[in-house]
């Protein structure tokens, strides 16, 4: 596996097309919802390529001078349970971190809460926001110590 901060057009293609196979077509979210007004320049994407084919990926984007936020973290349904969303997640942390930013914010699916949790994130309160068609919880960390 090889981990991938995607800085040229060819290579966020390959986040894009995790993106649509992994939630356009196993959610059914159109495109128009899938790739929203913060996919563009200055947004940063990590890919997760084996032997060169994109399987994993997330993005982030700045909330302001110290924040970003993390989303649109997606593993391929044939290499879920194989802690790869952890691995784009930690290498977006590393990538936002080493920009220095201080803090993280992610907008977790309810099912996800677990998964943030083991990384360090914790709610910012227990209200119940929608992101396109999912039900979400606010989440942040501001720890990075293990960088």
């Known amino acids: 596996m090889e981990i991938l901060r995607a800085t040229e057009e060819w290579q966020r293609a390959g986040a894009y097309s ?5 939630m356009n077509r196993q959610h059914h979210i159109s495109l128009r919802e899938e790739f929203d007004d913060h996919d563009r320049d200055g947004t940063k994407y990590i890919v997760l390529l084996d032997d060169g084919y994109p399987v994993a990926t997330s993005r982030f984007y700045e909330e302001s001078s110290e ?4 989303g649109r973290v997606v593993v391929l349904p044939d ?5 790869l969303g952890e691995l784009v997640v930690t ?3 590393k990538w936002a971190f080493e920009l220095g930013y201080k803090r993280i914010i992610v907008d977790s699916r309810l099912e996800a809460v677990g998964f943030y949790e083991k990384l360090g994130y914790t709610r910012c309160n ?5 992101s396109g068609t999912f039900e979400c919880i606010r989440m ?6 293990d960088f």
Do not use: L, N, W
């Not at 995790?18 to 992994?22: A, F």
């Open 79 to 83: 290499y879920r349970g194989r802690r």
């Open 126 to 130: 227990d209200e119940i926001i929608r």
């Open 18 to 22: 995790v993106r649509i196979e992994g």
């Open 91 to 93: 290498e977006a942390e």
């Open 67 to 70: 924040t970003v936020i993390i």
């Open 140 to 145: 942040k960390k501001t720890s990075f110590a």
